[in-house]
C-alpha cells in the first residue's frame, strides 16, 4: 500500500470542479467546500458527496436527511473561501442569496447549478462518510458554465477560459 502523502501529490493533480454543500437542521445552515462530489446515475438521479466526519456540517446532513450542492463558477471563489475555512465559518451564510428548491438546504442563487436532494445512503469509508442522495429538483441559475476548478493545490485563474475561448 502507498504512502498517505504519495497518495495526496498524486491526487492533487486530479482538476475537480468545486460545490458548496449545505443543509439545514434544526433550522440552521450548514454548509462546507467540498471537490469529493460526482453523479452517480441518471435513473434515479443519484449524486454523491464525500464529507469529513469532522466537518461541522456532517452531522446535520445525517441528521436532517437532506442536502443540496451547488456547483460554483468562477465568480464564487469569494464564497469557495467562506467554506472551507473554519475561521468563517459563522460568517457562510451572511453574504449571498439563498434559496429554497424545496427540502429547505440552502440553493446559492448564482451557482452553475443547485441539485436539492434528499439522502438515500450514508457509507461510512475510514475519516469520510460518502451520502448518496436521489435529486429532487435541479436549477440552472446562469447561462454560462465557467465553473470553479480545483487543481494542484490552487483555484485555475480566469484567464485559463478567456485563453480555451469560453465564456467567462
Ligand atoms: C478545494 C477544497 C476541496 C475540499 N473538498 C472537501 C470534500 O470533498 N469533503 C470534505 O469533507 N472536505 C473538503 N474540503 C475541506 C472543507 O471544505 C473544510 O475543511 C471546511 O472548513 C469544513 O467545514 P468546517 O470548518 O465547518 O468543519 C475541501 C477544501 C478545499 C479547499
Known amino acids: 500500500m502507498i504512502e498517505p502523502d504519495v497518495f495526496k501529490r498524486g491526487m492533487r493533480r486530479l482538476a475537480a470542479g468545486v460545490s458548496l454543500v449545505t443543509t439545514v437542521h434544526d433550522s440552521v ?3 462546507l467546500l467540498a471537490t469529493a462530489v460526482n453523479s452517480v446515475s ?11 466526519r469532522a466537518s461541522s456540517a456532517h452531522a446535520p446532513i445525517a441528521g ?20 472551507s475555512s473554519p475561521i ?5 451564510f451572511q453574504a449571498g442569496d ?4 424545496g427540502t ?18 450514508m457509507v461510512e469509508v475510514s475519516s469520510h462518510t460518502v451520502f448518496f442522495g436521489e435529486v ?3 436549477e440552472l441559475w446562469t447561462e454560462r458554465s465557467s465553473p470553479l476548478v480545483y487543481v494542484d493545490g490552487s483555484y485555475l485563474p ?11
Open 158 to 168: 480566469k484567464s485559463t477560459f478567456a485563453a480555451s475561448g469560453n465564456v467567462v
Open 42 to 52: 441518471a435513473d434515479p438521479p443519484t449524486v454523491l458527496v464525500c464529507v469529513n
Open 29 to 31: 445552515f450548514h454548509g
Open 88 to 92: 468563517e465559518r459563522e460568517k457562510r
Open 104 to 121: 429547505g438546504s440552502p440553493a446559492l442563487f448564482g451557482a452553475l447549478a443547485s441539485l436539492d436532494c434528499r439522502v438515500t445512503q
Open 64 to 83: 436532517s436527511g437532506i442536502f443540496c450542492v451547488n456547483f460554483l463558477g468562477l465568480d464564487n471563489d469569494e464564497v469557495a473561501q467562506r467554506f
Open 98 to 101: 439563498w434559496r429554497d428548491l
Open 136 to 138: 429532487l429538483s435541479l
